[in-house]
């Protein structure tokens, strides 16, 4: 759940008048999320989401994420549209934040994905990678290879109270990408962070993606890692191999992966996992006080990361040659 930062009933009406969107009926806090404050807005035109940016959103960024989402629309992929205020902006600030309003989604996300699920959610993504290719605008991966060993050192030595020995099986895996990261994939804008909670669906079909705030211009079988890695997962740790079938399936349905991403895939899954083993024990440590937030498992990577430390052949995740 996120809402980090509270806004007076005053400065929330102001704001919403400013968009000239309709009067403002109610406003709910909403549960989910960890980055950003999410708030679901009723007007007496429509439902809209109201969002505050928080630390981890840079605000040089924002350019980036809205001309993003307006750029996806336009090619048919239904996400979020971002609304214009009055003034045409479509950022403006509200309780000292960085804030926009966007257009509601219908739709559902799941909690317990199913095989039907991760190929819905494949052949998505590479709709998705397919309508971001000439989106003109470039966002490095702010999360990537360079910046774990930061995250790593802001966790210190209480990642050990987290799990013992955390610390050292963290930097030990750094080393490792620090050295062989794969280069020169194909690349262009991806989501970074499609999780089942970014994506909604209506009766099993795909019916909206959201959360755009990690999208980068990287590796497109890197955004297929951090897929496999939050879809395809049971409860107990397991790899599944018919949901990594499916999700890969999906994906070569309208982009065939190249031999180079095939080969790169365990590191990239790898390092994915390592990516949100470090971003959750940071947050699991760091927690405002006062937030009205539910910090994740790091411990859930963890054992993901276990996992693909065994995998040698891109074949263990489902793919057929
Ligand atoms: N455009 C939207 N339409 C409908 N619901 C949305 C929309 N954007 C966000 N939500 C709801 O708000 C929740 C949190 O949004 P999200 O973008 O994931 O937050 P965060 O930026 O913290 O990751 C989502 O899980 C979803 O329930
Ligand atoms: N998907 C990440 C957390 C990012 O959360 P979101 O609220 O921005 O979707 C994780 O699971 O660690």
């Not at 910046?147 to 050192?153: G, I, S, T």
């Not at 365990?266 to 083993?277: E, M, N, Y």
């Not at 940071?282 to 993901?304: C, I, M």
Request: glycine share 6%.
């Amino acid at each position: 759940m996120a809402v980090y930062t509270e806004v007076p009933d005053d400065e929330m009406a102001a704001f919403v008048a400013s968009y000239g969107i309709g009067e403002l009926l109610s406003v709910k806090g909403i549960a989910e999320g960890v980055s950003n404050s999410n708030f679901l807005l009723h007007t007496s035109k429509a439902f809209y989401i109201l969002t505050l940016y928080e630390e981890r959103v840079d605000i040089a960024d924002l350019p980036f994420f809205i001309g993003l989402m307006e750029h996806l629309a336009a090619r048919g992929l239904i996400c979020p549209q971002p609304v214009k205020a009055l003034n045409g902006s479509a950022v403006g600030r509200l309780a000292g934040r960085p804030a926009a309003i966007v257009t509601f989604l219908d739709g559902l996300s799941v909690r317990r994905p199913n095989v039907t699920h991760c190929a819905e959610l494949g052949r998505g993504l590479a709709l998705l990678h397919q309508a971001g290719a000439d989106f003109p605008m470039e966002r490095a991966n702010s999360l990537s290879v360079p910046d774990w060993r930061p995250l790593a050192e802001r966790a210190g030595a209480a990642a050990d109270t987290v799990s013992p020995g955390l610390a050292n099986r963290i930097m030990a895996e750094i080393e490792t990408h620090e050295r062989s990261w794969p280069q020169d994939l194909p690349r262009g804008v991806i989501h970074a962070d499609l999780f089942p909670n970014n994506v909604f669906f209506i009766k099993d079909r795909l019916s909206g993606l959201i959360d755009f705030y990690f999208a980068c211009t990287d590796a497109f079988a890197y955004d297929l890692a951090i897929c496999l890695n939050s879809w395809c997962f049971e409860a107990d740790a397991s790899f599944n191999l018919t949901k990594g079938q499916a999700m890969l399936a999906g994906y070569e349905s309208v982009r065939r992966l190249e031999e180079a991403e095939v080969a790169a895939l365990p590191a990239l899954c790898r390092g994915s996992a390592l990516r949100f083993l470090l971003t959750r024990l940071v947050d699991w440590l760091n927690v405002p006080p006062g937030a009205f937030v539910k910090p994740l498992d790091p411990l859930e990577y963890d054992r993901k990361l276990a996992f693909h430390q065994r995998v040698s052949d891109s074949r263990e995740y489902g793919l057929r040659r």
